[in-house]
């Protein structure tokens, strides 16, 4: 299957660094992509996204996605961005109930679910964040957390649960420079494949992508496990040099 790179900008970025890191990225990128590439930028840059885009044709193959998106579909939310109002800037995927989100927020997955019912309604891919903290891992609990974050969103999805995009993030590895070995991550994507086709027959073909500190020195080894469909990049998407060797480590 095509592999996914995700790039997660999170509250990063500014109209000037963001135009230097897209044209940084466009003149890395090989004229054919090797995998699916998105970055998940800041909702009010958005507009800069689609205007550079538009200009810049190595750019076109880039999907853009958002880090969040409401429960609900439209009214008295302050703060919130509806999935239609995403899909107004051809936002492609939105990512759910990432851990910050979870952590920071007080995100429950049902919550999570319902996010995810709202982007799949207007066509945008939904990328489901699920893993377990290092205390839930210590715990021997890792397959039971995840298992239950992803039974959630089967259930309030039913059979849209094939258009998702599934990315397996333990906590404990976002951000702190400690990946999942290959082997434990592939252990924990073959449990969420299983899950998976117990409640679809097209499990086969749902990307599940790893998140978690991976780099260009690790993607490779990552991205070589069976039931590895990807990566969800944090800190080196905001490095081009780095995000363009993950991407062509995922050919
Ligand atoms: C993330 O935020 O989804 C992530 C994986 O971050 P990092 O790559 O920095 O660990």
Redesign the pocket.
């Given at each position: 299957m095509t592999k996914l790179i995700a790039g997660?900008w999170?509250m990063n970025g500014s109209l000037t660094a963001n135009e230097a890191l897209l044209r940084a990225l466009a003149s890395g990128l090989p004229q054919a992509l090797p995998c699916d590439v998105a970055v998940c930028i800041p909702a009010p840059y958005f507009a800069q996204f689609q205007a550079l885009a538009a200009a810049t044709p190595a750019l076109a193959a880039v999907a853009l996605g958002a880090q969040d998106i409401s429960s609900q579909p439209a009214g008295a939310f302050t703060g919130e961005v509806s999935a239609t109002m995403l899909k107004d800037f051809a936002c492609r995927y939105a990512i759910v109930g990432?851990s910050?989100r979870r952590q920071y927020h007080g995100e429950t997955d049902a919550l999570v679910a319902a996010k995810a019912q709202q982007a799949l309604a207007v066509g945008i891919t939904p990328i489901v964040?699920v893993g377990e903290t290092l205390a839930e891992r210590e715990a021997g609990q890792t397959t039971e957390v995840v298992k239950r974050q992803l039974a959630a969103v089967i259930q309030a999805n039913g059979h849209c649960i094939s258009e998702i995009v599934l990315?397996y993030?333990p906590v404990w590895?976002?951000?702190?420079g400690k990946t999942a070995s290959p082997e434990e991550a592939q252990t924990v994507h073959a449990v969420l494949r299983a899950q998976l086709a117990a409640a679809t027959a097209h499990a086969s073909r749902v990307k599940i992508i790893y998140?978690?500190?991976?780099n260009a020195a690790n993607a490779a080894s990552l991205l070589a496990q069976p039931d590895i469909d990807g990566g969800?990049?944090?800190?080196?998407a905001l490095k081009a040099a780095d995000f363009l060797s993950i991407i062509s480590a995922a050919s």
């Open positions: 997660n999170k990432h910050e964040c990315a993030e590895a976002i951000g702190t998140g978690g500190s991976m969800l990049i944090g800190g080196a």
